[in-house]
C-alpha cells in the first residue's frame, strides 16, 4: 500500500503515521527524519539542505523531492510507504505523481487527519512541560497537575514551550490551510481521499483509518 497521510498541526500526524505503518507493515518516511539521515550520512542533499536550514530558509522542493526518492527506492518501500511531512503543497504532489508513474507504481489512498481548528489549538496551547524532564507533560484542561504550575511526578516547574503558544499554533494552522490544504483537493479529484475524524482515544483514530483504508 502506497499512502500519503495528512493533517493540520496537532492532529496526531507523527503518532497515526507510526501506528499504521506498524500495522500495515510498510516503512513509515517522514520528512524530519529524511532530513536528519541526509544530513548525518552527509549526502548531497543533505548538505544543501543543511545550507538552507543554516541560513534560517525553507528546503526547496528539488531537494526534499529528491531525498523522498531516494528513500522510496530502497528495498524495504518495494511494496509500500507510508509518507508523512511529504508532499505538503500542490508543486510537490505533482512531482510524486511524475515520480511514481515514472516507476509504474500510484498512490493507493490518502488519509486526512480531520480536527478542529479551536481544539488544536486548545490541545497544544494547553501543553505544560516539566523544566527537569519533557516527558512529564500535563495539559491545563485534560490532564491538569494537582498544583498549578508544578509537576505531580518530580515537582518542578511547569511551563509553556514558545512553540505551543496559541499566536505560534495558529500561525502554523495557517501556513497548513495556505500551502497544505490545496493537496487534499488535488487527491479528492483523483479520487484518493479518505477523511477521517482525529479526536479521541490514539488507538481509536487507528482503528479509524485502518477500518477505512480497508474499505
Ligand atoms: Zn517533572
Redesign the pocket.
Given at each position: 500500500m502506497r499512502i500519503v497521510l495528512v493533517g493540520p498541526p496537532g492532529a496526531g500526524k507523527g503518532t497515526q503515521a507510526a501506528f499504521l505503518a506498524k500495522n500495515l507493515s510498510i516503512p513509515h518516511i517522514s520528512t524530519g527524519d529524511l532530513f536528519r539521515a541526509n544530513i548525518s550520512q552527509g549526502t548531497e542533499l543533505g548538505k544543501q539542505a543543511k545550507a538552507f536550514m543554516d541560513a534560517g530558509d525553507l528546503v526547496p522542493d528539488e531537494v526534499t523531492i529528491g531525498m523522498a526518492k531516494d528513500r522510496m527506492e530502497q528495498p524495504d518501500a518495494v511494496h509500500g510507504f507510508l509518507l508523512d511531512g511529504f508532499p505538503r503543497n500542490v508543486s510537490q504532489a505533482e512531482a510524486l505523481d511524475v515520480m511514481l508513474q515514472a516507476a509504474g507504481m500510484k498512490l493507493d489512498a490518502v488519509l486526512d487527519l480531520e480536527v478542529e481548528e479551536d481544539e488544536v489549538v486548545k490541545r497544544i496551547a494547553g501543553r505544560r512541560i516539566?523544566r527537569?524532564?519533557s516527558a512529564?507533560v500535563f495539559h491545563v484542561t485534560y490532564a491538569p497537575p494537582r498544583a498549578e504550575g508544578v509537576?505531580d511526578?518530580?515537582?518542578?516547574e511547569l511551563y509553556q514551550r514558545g512553540d505551543d503558544s496559541e499566536d505560534t499554533v495558529r500561525n502554523r494552522l495557517e501556513v497548513y490551510h495556505t500551502q497544505t490544504e490545496p493537496i487534499i483537493d488535488y487527491y479528492k479529484a483523483q479520487g484518493l481521499l479518505v477523511t477521517i475524524p482525529a479526536l479521541g482515544e490514539v488507538s481509536d483514530v487507528t482503528k479509524r483509518a485502518m477500518d477505512a483504508l480497508q474499505k
Open positions: 516539566c527537569n524532564d512529564h509537576c511526578t518530580c515537582g518542578g
